[in-house]
């Protein structure tokens, strides 16, 4: 909250020196103040995401805005503008703007986003919004470790909000040094805070882990910096910049008591009352990268241009020992006492252009992305999930510092065929290596063509289609085990995930895409949009499996506008867009063997989310006479719905039935209006009604101690049905 604080107390300090700027200068200052209030019929926490509205009642209206800029006969060249916007709410945003024309400008601004989640959980922890949770004094550990022997859960629950501030201020300075050279730099501080949450689990099998959602504290700060020199003229142009960020966790971990009793495969004293559990929150680290870009014109044909970046990552914070339990026995020491991570980057990229003849353009271009981890491996003789004593040196796992290598090439040609006919087509070609990874190499080839028409005077088409087919050198679903292991620990064969199991961005993948647009406006008052997109994956090139198998999108959309008379219109659009996606694998155990071959055992999902959304929407202006009597009034309406379903089926082995549908439904319609008493004031009003509808079979009417392993938070899906009120009086003066 450092930000707010400054920022609110200059201010008022800001306000008086804005007249003396002004009287510096020969133009006269300028402003327009709103000052009134919103109304809410009722209390939503939800609602309050992005708005900081809550509470039902009043809420204070003030936004302004206070300028002066010289005449335009005048020798001043410096003007500036002071604006500020729901001035008093969690949403508030002040903005400086300072220039003088042709040599520098400055601006300075703040913005406050909320974000409400939801105010409905309850914990029966102490501690609530810090890095320490405790169970209260009288609570009891079920011996059958499960939540259904929480004896003592319901008398010591306590309320528990999940929300957090974003306040963020950005600088910006420029300066001419002379006609071809200039300076910027970005200044940018934000500070973040709240309550967010997070799932605890103490455990180390398939049958023993028990969890916890528990709230976790936010008190993030990040600074970032860029500053950039650049050259330009009509034949070169150049510069180089330097960006540094720096992001800083004023907490550093959440320690939780273990409310479960002792578990079979538990270690003595990891049970309550003596067990804890500790989860580590994002760790401070830093980042800097030098850029050096240019571009040269050989004529007005040609043109070569590179960017060429090269950066370094690191995080060397302190390590938390293997467990924060007291009782487990720990006779190996951490290998080290902080991880000293670092990630070196480098990125280029080289573009060629050409125009050979005035109807054909063509582009060639060339781009290396290198991820480099320089991380040093260790031997980490671990702990199972604060639930063991430690294993032996040999069951040690080596951490995988994961680089990789992209290189692309772009080859692409422009026809500008007849007038007003326009073709496009093109490759692309690019691969990968990677290091500690299932797939140590893969390339991919991208063909597209696309075909502008712009013929007629009322109409215009485009058509863009692309196919690409990406192939891996060779799947390898035990690499990282046998990489994560001292050698010999784990045979050819070992594996932990299902060997027939693929992730779906490191394997075999064709892919479809297609795109139509087109547009009609017969006359100078109507105009009709029709938009298609699909895109096609197919991940299944061999029989046998398993992982995401195909994904579909798809998308129409149609939008048209109205304009009868000047000063009014009508718009309308809606928009219908699908999701598919179909996986599949098969449900098996270490300690039944065979089953990994078992094809009785295999399940499959098919998921599918429709989204439909459509807009209505007047506006009608009437301008005033000598400044009385304008006024503005309009509707806008708005219906969006998504519904999503899973399908879950399986082999003679498997029970499943369909998941319930979700569905999220927001209605809002809003009327609004102003109009101007004489050219120094008006009056602005605005009625919205909105209607959130939502439904999550995870989150509705599930107890929180409903699973007999997890221990929820019990909060519902978001719903409200409410109305928001403004009126504000709007006064101008020069």
Not at 194 to 210: A, D, E, L, M, Y
Not at 341 to 361: E, G, L, M
Not at 439 to 457: H, K, P
Not at 508 to 534: H, I, M, Q
Request: glycine share 8%.
């Amino acid at each position: 909250m450092k930000i707010k604080h400054t920022i609110l107390n200059t201010l008022c300090s800001g306000l008086l020196i804005l007249p003396m700027a002004a009287n510096a200068a020969d133009g006269e200052v300028e402003g327009e103040f709103d000052i009134g209030g919103w109304y809410l019929s009722e209390d939503s926490y939800r609602f309050g995401k992005y708005t900081g509205l809550t509470d039902d009642g009043w809420e204070p209206v003030l936004n302004f805005k206070i300028w002066s800029a010289p005449d335009w006969d005048s020798d001043d060249t410096t003007s500036w503008q002071f604006q500020g916007w729901r001035v008093g709410l969690d949403s508030m945003r002040l903005k400086f703007d300072y220039a003088n024309q042709g040599t520098r400008s400055f601006s300075a601004d703040y913005r406050e986003i909320p974000n409400f989640r939801f105010s409905d959980g309850v914990s029966p922890y102490n501690g609530i919004g810090s890095g320490v949770l405790s169970l209260p004094s009288d609570w009891v550990g079920p011996a059958n470790g499960t939540t259904s022997s929480f004896a003592t859960l319901q008398q010591n629950l306590k309320p528990v909000r999940s929300s957090w501030e974003r306040q963020r201020l950005d600088l910006n300075f420029s300066q001419v040094i002379n006609r071809d050279w200039d300076f910027n730099i970005d200044l940018r501080h934000e500070e973040k805070d709240g309550v967010g949450t997070f799932g605890g689990v103490i455990g180390n099998s398939g049958g023993n882990p028990r969890a916890v959602v528990l709230p976790r504290p936010i008190d993030w700060e990040t600074d970032i910096m860029e500053a950039t020199f650049s050259f330009a003229n009509a034949r070169y142009q150049f510069g180089f910049s330097l960006f540094s960020s720096w992001f800083d966790n004023g907490q550093k971990s959440v320690t939780w008591d273990n409310p479960y009793g002792q578990r079979s495969g538990w270690a003595d004293g990891v049970g309550f009352p003596d067990g804890q559990g500790l989860y580590s929150l994002e760790p401070s680290n830093e980042a800097m990268q030098f850029r050096a870009y240019g571009g040269i014109n050989f004529d007005n044909r040609s043109r070569l241009s590179a960017d060429i970046s090269v950066g370094s990552m690191e995080q060397d914070n302190t390590l938390f020992p293997y467990s924060v339990n007291p009782a487990l026995s720990v006779d190996v020491p951490l290998p080290r006492t902080a991880m000293d991570a670092k990630i070196d980057t480098t990125f280029a990229n080289i573009r060629y252009t050409a125009r050979p003849t005035d109807r054909v353009s063509v582009l060639a271009a060339y781009t290396l992305d290198d991820r480099d981890n320089k991380t040093a491996r260790d031997e980490w003789i671990y702990i199972g999930g604060d639930s063991q004593n430690q294993k032996d040196p040999e069951d040690a796992r080596i951490n995988l510092p994961y680089s990789y290598e992209k290189k692309k090439w772009d080859l692409n040609a422009t026809w500008r065929a007849k007038r007003g006919v326009r073709i496009r087509g093109g490759i692309e070609s690019s691969d990968i290596t990677r290091t500690f990874s299932e797939v140590l190499g893969s390339d991919e080839t991208r063909l597209f063509a696309s075909l502008n028409l712009n013929r007629w005077e009322k109409a215009s088409l485009s058509f863009d289609y692309s196919t690409s087919e990406r192939d891996i050198d060779g799947y390898q679903g035990n690499r990282t085990l046998i990489l994560s292991h001292l050698p010999g620990a784990e045979g050819p064969d070992d594996f932990e995930n299902l060997p027939a199991l693929r992730k779906y961005n490191q394997t075999d993948r064709e892919r479809d895409e297609f795109r139509f647009r087109a547009d009609f406006f017969p006359s100078t008052r109507f105009n009709l949009a029709f938009v298609s997109s699909w895109s096609d994956n197919d991940y299944n090139d061999s029989d046998g499996l398993f992982g995401l198998q195909k994904s579909e999108v798809s998308m129409f959309s149609v939008d048209a506008g109205l304009y009868p008379r000047d000063g009014l219109s009508f718009t309308a659009y809606y928009t219908m867009e699908e999701y598919d996606s179909e996986q599949s694998s098969r449900s098996w155990n270490s300690r039944t063997p065979g089953s990994e071959d078992d094809p009785e055992r295999n399940w499959f999902a098919n998921s599918e989310d429709d989204v439909t959304t459509w807009n209505m929407a007047f506006r009608y202006e009437q301008p005033g006479d000598s400044g009385r009597g304008g006024m503005e009034f309009g509707m806008d309406y708005t219906k969006s719905e998504v519904e999503s379903d899973i399908n879950v089926f399986g082999a003679s082995r498997i029970t499943a039935t369909p998941l319930p549908t979700l569905v999220s439904e927001m209605t809002s319609w809003t009327i609004f209006g102003s109009y101007d008493i004489n050219e120094r004031s008006g009056l602005r009003l605005s009625y919205e009604k909105q209607d959130l509808s939502t439904r999550d079979f995870s989150l509705d009417n599930v107890p929180i101690d409903g699973p007999s392993n997890a221990l929820l938070l019990g909060q519902s899906s978001a719903n409200y049905d409410l109305s928001l009120l403004m009126l504000s009086y709007t006064h101008r003066y020069d």
